[in-house]
């Protein structure tokens, strides 16, 4: 199997005071077996060599039909779990016809295959591990800071924090622990110091597989397996707990439910597990920085990406009507996500890619483009839009710190780094950058919105989110790079607009208003 472009919307993790060698260059992958998986993962690597995953959508709110379950054993299929809340039901079949066939079945919505490559007898692709901060570097770098009083001891360096007038927010309250954000990722390592105080095992899970495995420790990443989650993680709620970092929200609870697996590979089912699971626990917050593989837009003129994107939307929308506000990353290409057509190189990115145009307004990435879901474009040290993030004219909602090349975008001292800092699995820090940072920095505030009015509805989160954030104008014209070249082109007004949307966020009025 030809190793996979990792799906996370990440740039890179260096240690801290490194120069970027190169924005965006994505890290590589590492070798895993089924022996050395959580249970759900190892449940998909046993799987037959031949079969493919799918989704079968139904009505909601009923088991499946005896007629349907027939249907689909019939088809060659086997079924792995029903959502029966959102009518989707994962199966796994070894038959090339298995969709087309029940897309006939009497109550079958849609129904399509969730990848193009079977599902992996072992996992065969390598991740390296990144360059991070070691236990030496930390010290260094927290005497170099300078830490006031009442900070933690690499605050200093997250320029970010100020850019969204998140430490001012802190004088004010941290958030609740009544609040929880969940982190649907590549699993987050809950025994790092500045995650532990505030990590929340209930609403934790292993979703890799479609179906929910709650074996402890089982949302953690591998060894071998992508950092993101919990980089992510951290630049939420990291504790103020005086080691480390500070999150944006760092009075609130974090989970973890893991929806990647060992090749990096986001799929459907474990997206719509991920969200079901955050629906059923109390989840108050769910952060997105992915987009599910093996499509970037899913065009629903296609029956197989139509069944994706029809199972995805019930999922996300079942976490909404059960509390939960949906944010997700817009991405990293540059893209304007409201263009006509969007020429799509990358997929399907689990097989083999072609290129293809698309019509954004049809073929969606998934979960950002979903209706409800709040889409946050990134910002850079300078409060630009980042040199590589999507945009959009009514597709961005907000934006918020993501990080960008320190050539482009440096920071004020003390800050050394124009990318993001965050927690690192075993206990240690680094940089990443991408839309990825950006998306749990708003996740982050609309945390403390939910602290501060503890009864309001997602609708009512995501008003105050918008109504709070600060009117950025357009940047125009744009030459991030500087080189004489518009690089891209806003559009709209200073408070609605295709680089910042509402504008950026604002944690101060998330927890005065």
């Not at 089982?218 to 630049?235: I, K, Q």
């Amino acid at each position: 199997m030809t190793a996979p472009h990792p799906r996370l919307r990440r740039a890179i993790a260096i240690p801290l005071g490194m120069a970027m060698a190169s924005a965006l260059a994505f890290l590589p992958q590492a070798t895993a077996t089924a022996a050395d998986l959580p249970a759900a993962d190892a449940l998909t690597a046993a799987a037959d060599g031949t079969s493919l995953s799918y989704v079968v959508n139904v009505r909601p709110g009923h088991a499946p039909s005896a007629h349907v379950k027939k249907a689909i054993a019939e088809a060659g299929g086997t079924i792995v779990t029903s959502y029966d809340q959102i009518g989707v039901i994962v199966v796994h079949s070894a038959d090339p016809g298995f969709a087309e066939a029940v897309r006939t079945v009497r109550g079958v919505h849609s129904a399509g295959a969730t990848r193009t490559a079977p599902l992996p007898s072992a996992a065969t692709t390598d991740m390296g591990t990144p360059k991070v901060l070691s236990a030496r570097e930390a010290a260094q770098a927290a005497e170099a800071a300078g830490a006031a009083d009442g900070q933690d001891p690499l605050q200093p360096l997250q320029w970010d924090l100020p850019a969204i007038k998140a430490d001012r927010a802190h004088e004010k309250s941290l958030g609740s622990s009544e609040v929880t954000v969940a982190v649907i990722d590549t699993g987050v390592d809950d025994t790092h110091p500045d995650l532990a105080p505030n990590f929340d095992r209930a609403a934790s899970v292993n979703c890799v597989s479609g179906k929910p495995d709650t074996t402890d420790g089982a949302w953690r990443p591998g060894a071998a397996e992508s950092p993101h989650g919990t980089h992510v993680a951290g630049e939420i709620a990291a504790a103020k707990n005086g080691v480390g970092m500070t999150g944006v929200a760092p009075g609130v609870k974090v989970a973890g439910i893991k929806v990647s697996n060992p090749d990096g590979f986001f799929y459907t089912e474990a997206v719509v597990c991920g969200f079901v699971w955050a629906a059923e626990h109390g989840v108050d917050v769910t952060n997105n920085s992915y987009y599910t593989d093996p499509w970037y837009f899913n065009c629903t003129d296609d029956p197989d990406q139509k069944a994706l994107v029809e199972a995805v939307t019930r999922a996300a929308k079942y976490a909404e009507r059960k509390g939960a506000v949906n944010v997700a990353a817009a991405g990293n290409e540059n893209y304007d996500l409201a263009a006509d057509e969007i020429a799509d190189p990358s997929s399907p990115n689990d097989s083999t890619p072609g290129e293809r145009v698309v019509d954004p307004s049809r073929c969606y990435d998934i979960p950002t483009q979903l209706p409800g879901v709040v889409t946050v474009a990134a910002t850079g040290a300078k409060g630009l839009k980042s040199s590589f993030s999507n945009y959009g004219r009514g597709v961005v909602d907000i934006a918020a710190p993501g990080g960008d090349s320190t050539a482009y975008q440096t920071p004020a001292p003390p800050a050394t780094s124009g990318l993001i800092l965050g927690t690192l699995p075993g206990g240690q820090w680094g940089y990443m950058a991408g839309t990825s940072m950006a998306s749990p920095h708003v996740a982050g505030v609309a945390a403390l919105i939910r602290s501060t009015h503890p009864h309001a509805s997602p609708a009512l989160v995501k008003t105050l989110l918008y109504a709070q954030a600060d009117a950025t104008p357009c940047t125009d014209p744009y030459d991030i790079d500087g080189d004489g070249k518009v690089d891209a082109v806003c559009e709209g007004p200073k408070n609605r607009n295709g680089f910042y949307g509402w504008g950026t966020a604002d944690a101060l009025d998330a927890v005065t208003r």
